[in-house]
């Protein structure tokens, strides 16, 4: 059994590197972005609920009809 995984690594062996390489890589960037994003200060958005007044729908209501979409 041990000679055969012995066998397997000889025969891959650049496979085998390749991938370690592209796994290490990928992991020192996953893990630099997660420490920095962490320390990061962040801002929230703030929602308003708009009103009518914003949208001056009051002084015409055919504003609202045309808005709407059938």
Known sequence: MLSKIGVFVKKNKREIILFLGIFLISSLS????????????????????????????????????DTLEY
Do not use: A, Q
């Open 30 to 65: 996953f893990s630099f972005g997660y420490i920095t994003s962490r320390e990061r200060e962040r801002s929230y958005l703030e929602f308003e609920n708009p009103t009518l007044i914003d949208f001056n729908l009051l002084e015409s209501p055919s504003k609202i009809e």
